[in-house]
């Protein structure tokens, strides 16, 4: 049997023939005035452009975003990246599952979610126990817990495959846990409550049982809205439970953006607030530094233009006998 060809190892040159998920697809037009098809295939070590210029509406009419797909084509060089000029597509009709065709958390979900478990265990005040036991471990919070396990952390920008979110969420409650123990005058059980909860509504503003979307929810009000909201629920369902407590777990999801023009409604005006938002922000930015430093092509030392960081990253490797040159664009230094 032909070993499957990921991804990761197409190069220049070589013809494909493989099965991918569609993760995008547009009917386009070229500068001449010919239609053609601009595809985005997948699989669990990445994505990859590919376009149809002959028979593009015949073949286009073959499938749609989030099929399977038997793709023949060769790889070609475009603009620096390896690209698919597509000869042929047919849509998969056998046996499939997602978890070949979407990335995945490198990290063993069943450790991670042990790891949560175990710092709701360690919140000692009783409301904010209560708080997160409904959202995560009591037998009405099985929907929410398997989504939350499956969630990515984003689309894009980070932490963007399937378990991404849990991923994120222990880790930030991890630095969070060290932050209350080394300044004075911080609420730990308030900080690691707001952790864990920070980005709760990106179980809903994101799609995942195929290539990863915005929900219209999701577009329409953006996480943060969606778990502050949904914590708003959890709080006036749990008798009793302290008003003013629920008011500042709702701030800390609500401002853990830190400012207005990157989408928190509120800027953190605890100091909780103040350091779940650098430390959900660090978190963020350095596992995205370490996936595009991964990304980096054998003897490369840079990496590509990093949308996140609106620059290039050094990979901090120097090789002997090599000088290779630092990328330069106006205005991307």
Not at 198 to 216: A, I, M, N, P, W
Request: charged share 30%.
């Amino acid at each position: 049997m032909q070993k499957k060809k990921f991804v990761k190892d197409i190069k220049e040159g070589e013809l494909v023939r493989e099965l991918f998920l569609v993760a995008g697809k547009a009917q386009l037009t070229s500068n001449t005035g010919k239609a053609y098809l601009s595809v985005q295939l997948r699989d669990r070590t990445g994505t990859i452009e590919a376009r149809v210029w002959d028979r593009a509406e015949e073949i286009g009419k073959r499938f749609q975003r989030d099929d399977v797909v038997e793709v023949s084509g060769s790889a070609i060089s475009y603009q620096g990246r390896v690209q698919l000029k597509i000869h042929d597509v047919r849509l998969y009709e056998g046996p499939k599952e997602l978890s070949d065709y979407l990335p995945a958390s490198r990290k063993e979900v069943e450790q991670l979610w042990g790891l949560l478990r175990g710092y709701v265990e360690d919140v000692k005040d009783t409301d904010y126990k209560r708080l997160l036991s409904a959202v995560f471990l009591d037998p009405g919070a099985a929907e929410m817990a398997g989504c939350f396990r499956r969630a990515p952390g984003g689309k894009t920008m980070h932490h963007d495959y399937v378990g991404g979110l849990l991923e994120h969420t222990v880790s930030v409650v991890g630095v969070c846990r060290f932050l209350s123990s080394h300044y004075e005058g911080v609420n730990a059980d308030l900080l690691m409550t707001g952790a864990l909860l920070h980005d709760l509504g990106k179980v809903k503003e994101l799609s995942y049982e195929g290539s990863f979307d915005y929900t219209d929810e999701g577009r329409l009000l953006g996480h943060i809205y969606i778990g502050a909201e949904f914590v708003d629920k959890v709080c006036n369902s749990l008798s009793g439970f302290s008003s003013e407590k629920a008011m500042l777990v709702k701030h800390m999801i609500l401002s853990h953006h830190g400012e207005l023009e990157y989408g928190s409604p509120k800027r953190p005006k605890t100091i909780e607030a103040v350091l779940l938002h650098f430390a959900e922000n660090m978190d963020a930015k350095v596992t995205a530094f370490s996936d595009a430093i991964e990304d980096i092509p054998k003897g490369a030392r840079w990496t590509d233009y990093q949308r996140m960081f609106e620059r290039y990253l050094f990979s901090g490797k120097f090789f002997c006998g090599e000088h290779a040159k630092a990328p330069s664009e106006q205005g991307k230094e």
